[in-house]
């Protein structure tokens, strides 16, 4: 969307990438606790979902609502957790998780719970291959 985009030092070292969409890029939390996606608009500085054009605001619930119907579908949950924010990282970007009442943070939030715990090589392969390809029939 925008040549001057660059991806913040602490998303990029907390997920990995996933795929380029229309408007942004979908990444997964390197967190093995939660199926946790995270959509980062290719928009220069910007922090605040007000700040895109009304037309971007509406790109990117679309592409919330796709991160959300994969987890949904392929990570059984009760509930779609989604938010944005930015209080640490000031880059916009939008928390996309599938929580189930079994999961270490329930019924609280993610954040600050516990220590994450990275995939291993193997899954996170694997995860991101089923990942990608549940993007391609979209």
Known sequence: MNSRFILDARLEADS?????????QLRLMNDARYPWLVLVPKVA???????????????LLSEINIAAKILREYFPCEKINIGALGNIVRQLHVHVIARTSQDEAWPGPVWGQGKARAYSPSELKALIQKLQRALETR
């Open 45 to 59: 500085d910007t922090s605040e979902w007000v700040d895109l054009p009304g037309q971007q605001q509406e790109l």
């Open 16 to 24: 990995v990438f996933i795929a380029d969409g229309e408007l942004s």
